[in-house]
Antibody, heavy 122, light 107 residues
Framework: QVTLKESGPALVKPTQTLTLTCTFS??????????VSWIRQPPGKALEWLAR???????FYSTSLKTRLTISKDTSKSQVVLTLTNMDPVDTATYYC??????????????WGQGTLVTVSS | DIQMTQSPSSLSASVGDRVTITCRASQRISAYLNWYQQKPGKAPKLLIY???SLQSGVPSRFSGSGSGTDFTLTISSLQPEDFATYYC?????????FGQGTKVEIK
């Protein structure tokens, strides 16, 4: 059974750096084809994809946030870490990690972690 | 980035109704289109992948269709547990993008 769980601070101050950890089980990020993405959702708003890291350490970022985002993995700990610098109140959101499943031709997110709400406030 | 536009943004329907939600991509994406269901306070759940493939465990009243730029999610007979928000998502190119969501409410 594949599971993912996000962890990190619930509250950060403006200008601080947010560090979130996704701890997963049921698969290995050292296995060919495996990928993990981060997605966020501001309260009452739509989903926004943020970043992805692949088994071969390829990394991909949101166009609008790429200067502020860094994604990394620790395969031995089954963890993926996301950092977002210079936090602003508009970054208040629930942050999810999800396995990015690669099929024969197509790909999709399944499953998702439960999400962690991060509030940016002084 | 590919823009995904869903319609309607919200709808009211009764149990037993047939419900259709549409999703349009700003460029052709073949069948690289997924649908998710999200209930309040919960993470999204995969319903349909590759435009028309039903995820294991998802009731058969859910179906997806379309290719290219226009896609549809259909619920053949709405059940009480289907009241939720539905999102489409393209996986044709990175960054992967989502629609703005369609909230299905009880009439």
């Amino acid at each position: 059974q594949v599971t993912l769980k996000e962890s990190g601070p619930a509250l950060v101050k403006p200008t601080q750096t947010l560090t979130l950890t996704c701890t997963f089980s049921g698969f290995s990020l050292s296995t060919s084809g495996m990928r993990v993405s981060w997605i966020r959702q501001p309260p009452g708003k739509a989903l926004e994809w943020l970043a992805r890291i692949d088994w071969d350490d390829d990394k991909f970022y949101s166009t609008s946030l790429k200067t502020r985002l860094t994604i990394s993995k620790d395969t031995s700990k089954s963890q993926v870490v996301l950092t977002l610098t210079n936090m602003d109140p508009v970054d208040t959101a629930t942050y999810y990690c999800a396995r990015d499943v690669v099929g024969a031709l197509y790909n999709w997110f399944d499953p998702w972690g439960q999400g962690t709400l991060v509030t940016v406030s002084s | 980035d590919i823009q995904m536009t869903q319609s309607p943004s919200s709808l009211s329907a009764s149990v037993g109704d047939r419900v259709t939600i549409t999703c349009r991509a700003s460029q052709r994406i073949s069948a690289y289109l997924n649908w998710y269901q999200q209930k309040p306070g919960k993470a999204p759940k995969l319903l349909i992948y590759a435009a028309s493939s039903l995820q294991s465990g998802v009731p058969s009243r859910f179906s997806g269709s379309g290719s290219g730029t226009d896609f549809t999610l259909t619920i053949s007979s709405l059940q009480p547990e289907d009241f939720a928000t539905y999102y489409c998502q393209q996986s044709y190119s990175t960054p992967q993008t989502f629609g703005q969501g369609t909230k299905v409410e009880i009439k």
